[in-house]
T-cell receptor, first 110, second 112 residues
Framework: QKEVEQNSGPLSVPEGAIASLNCTYS??????FFWYRQYSGKSPELIMS????GDKEDGRFTAQLNKASQYVSLLIRDSQPSDSATYLC??????????FGKGNQVVVIP | NAGVTQTPKFQVLKTGQSMTLQCAQD?????MYWYRQDPGMGLRLIYY???????DKGEVPNGYNVSRLNKREFSLRLESAAPSQTSVYFC???????????FGSGTRLTVV
């Protein structure tokens, strides 16, 4: 059973601050990693994908991957109230099947 | 609009009833998936279809069956619904070498 862990509880951040989310995975052979955003009552929406070690930036979002340590992180800069959502980490098992973490709720306080 | 369409959006069943959740995508994607999402459990894979004509079990297949009717459609059937199948069900699809799933809007199923 390939596992994806997101252990942090709900994260409250002031508007304009940086939100930092972490995710670890068990399968050392995993090659592709994703962050999804899910608003309450809605379906998950892909916001970032990362395949190589290092950082990948897209607007206010930065994904960081460290395969040696088997973790993926997501930074949200200049957090906005519209960023309040649950963020899901997902790992591709190599056969286009994604294993998801349980998610981290982010609340941005105006 | 292109995307993944799920029907119905809401459903209440009595224990022992059967129903089929429908999913269709118009993006010419090869692979399709059914997940369930429960509070505190995250998204768990029920069944998937890597290509037209093939289906395989995922993490939690018991109590479900699937049919890949054609490249566009992938249905999930509950033969005898149980309260433990109360959940939100998501269908997703991906090209053969996609960068991430496209999800449908979900079906909220309650079994009483």
């Amino acid at each position: 059973q390939k596992e994806v862990e997101q252990n942090s509880g709900p994260l409250s951040v002031p508007e304009g601050a940086i939100a930092s989310l972490n995710c670890t995975y068990s399968d050392r052979g995993s090659q592709s990693f994703f962050w999804y955003r899910q608003y309450s009552g809605k379906s998950p929406e892909l916001i970032m994908s990362i395949y190589s070690n290092g950082d990948k930036e897209d607007g206010r979002f930065t994904a960081q991957l460290n395969k040696a340590s088997q973790y993926v992180s997501l930074l949200i800069r200049d957090s906005q109230p519209s960023d309040s959502a649950t963020y899901l980490c997902a790992v591709n098992d190599g056969n286009n099947r994604l294993a998801f973490g349980k998610g981290n709720q982010v609340v941005v306080i105006p | 609009n292109a995307g993944v369409t799920q029907t119905p959006k809401f459903q209440v069943l009595k224990t022992g009833q059967s129903m089929t959740l429908q999913c269709a995508q118009d993006m010419n994607h090869n692979s399709m998936y059914w997940y369930r999402q429960d509070p505190g459990m995250g998204l768990r894979l029920i069944y998937y279809s890597a290509s037209e004509g093939t289906t395989d079990k995922g993490e939690v297949p018991n109590g479900y069956n699937v049919s890949r009717l054609n490249k566009r459609e992938f249905s999930l059937r509950l033969e005898s619904a149980a309260p433990s199948q109360t959940s939100v069900y998501f269908c997703a699809s991906i090209p053969s070498r996609g960068i991430g799933y496209t999800f449908g809007s979900g079906t909220r199923l309650t079994v009483v």
